[in-house]
């Protein structure tokens, strides 16, 4: 693997990886519509799709090893279907389900990893369109995640900041004490960011590339796991594309 560049900056790591590779592609099996965020442990992937064609918002659960389609949930509801990023909390996973437009509406479902049926959820007066768990708290990203909602578990509004970045986060994940988000740059360029919490401070930032489709890798899904990166950027058929991070420099 090859890196082009380091660039320390004003405190900001950034590294400069458009030609970093994948080492592993998986391709899913079945339809998976328009995906939007995706969450995984040893063995599963969960992954959120939206059937804009007839308003309905699916979870699905793939076979991480080979991408075999295990069993799909609709999670519609009512005029919410746009699902987007989630992330998973000790047995659950936190998706967010929202009308299709800015400024919208959305409900925050808490769903069993194990059964995939409702736990619990809330509302909130705005499009969320991903959702990292975090600590004690969730973080919500509004439509392009130009604001950030924090929330305790009950859905009580704790606090809500801006992006203070350009980057329109489609998927985040808490990972040691940072808010790991992926998303596209203004110039259609995507990149992976580490954000420090709580003050929400970009501290890092990887540029990504494009897959051979011509869809940047950060268009959509993405987790991580130590330093591997999982990202999931292109419909139906889906390709699962899972990178090397490496380590960040001081």
Not at 88 to 96: F, I, K, Q, Y
Not at 126 to 133: F, K
Not at 216 to 226: C, D, H, L, S, V
């Given at each position: 693997?090859?890196f082009?560049?380091?660039?320390?900056?004003?405190?900001?790591?950034?590294?400069?990886?458009?030609?970093?590779?994948?080492?592993?592609?998986?391709?899913?099996?079945?339809?998976?519509?328009?995906?939007?965020?995706?969450?995984?442990?040893?063995?599963?992937?969960?992954?959120?799709?939206?059937?804009?064609?007839?308003?309905?918002?699916?979870?699905?659960?793939?076979?991480?090893a080979?991408?075999?389609?295990?069993?799909?949930?609709?999670?519609?509801?009512?005029?919410?279907?746009?699902?987007?990023?989630?992330?998973?909390?000790?047995?659950?996973?936190?998706?967010?389900?929202?009308?299709?437009?800015?400024?919208?509406?959305?409900?925050?479902?808490?769903?069993?990893?194990?059964?995939?049926e409702?736990?619990?959820?809330?509302?909130?007066g705005?499009?969320?369109?991903?959702?990292?768990?975090a600590?004690?708290?969730?973080?919500?990203?509004?439509?392009?995640?130009?604001?950030?909602?924090?929330?305790?578990r009950?859905?009580r509004l704790?606090?809500?900041?801006?992006?203070?970045?350009?980057?329109?986060?489609?998927?985040?994940?808490?990972?040691?004490?940072?808010?790991?988000?992926?998303?596209?740059?203004?110039?259609?360029?995507?990149?992976?960011?580490?954000?420090?919490?709580?003050?929400?401070?970009?501290?890092?930032?990887?540029?990504?590339?494009r897959?051979?489709?011509?869809?940047?890798?950060?268009?959509?899904?993405?987790?991580?796991?130590?330093?591997?990166?999982?990202?999931?950027p292109?419909?139906?058929?889906?390709?699962?594309?899972?990178?090397?991070?490496?380590p960040?420099?001081?």
């Open positions: 693997m090859h082009a560049l380091l660039l320390g900056l004003a405190g900001l790591t950034t590294a400069m990886t458009s030609d970093l590779t994948p080492v592993k592609v998986t391709v899913l099996e079945g339809t998976t519509y328009h995906v939007q965020g995706i969450e995984l442990d040893d063995s599963h992937l969960w992954v959120t799709s939206v059937d804009k064609v007839h308003h309905a918002g699916y979870l699905h659960e793939f076979s991480l080979g991408g075999r389609h295990l069993r799909t949930v609709d999670v519609t509801a009512g005029e919410r279907y746009h699902t987007g990023g989630i992330s998973a909390d000790g047995g659950s996973l936190w998706v967010p389900v929202a009308e299709y437009r800015r400024a919208s509406s959305a409900v925050i479902q808490k769903r069993s990893l194990r059964t995939l409702l736990e619990d959820q809330f509302t909130v705005d499009h969320i369109g991903c959702i990292a768990a600590r004690d708290l969730l973080i919500g990203g509004n439509w392009d995640s130009r604001e950030f909602y924090l929330w305790d009950s859905g704790v606090r809500r900041v801006p992006n203070p970045t350009s980057n329109r986060y489609q998927d985040m994940k808490f990972e040691d004490g940072q808010l790991v988000a992926s998303g596209l740059l203004p110039e259609g360029t995507g990149a992976i960011d580490w954000l420090e919490y709580p003050a929400l401070r970009l501290v890092r930032r990887v540029a990504m590339g897959t051979s489709r011509g869809v940047p890798y950060t268009n959509e899904g993405m987790a991580k796991r130590g330093n591997r990166l999982f990202l999931l292109e419909d139906s058929h889906s390709r699962l594309f899972e990178f090397v991070v490496p960040a420099r001081e």
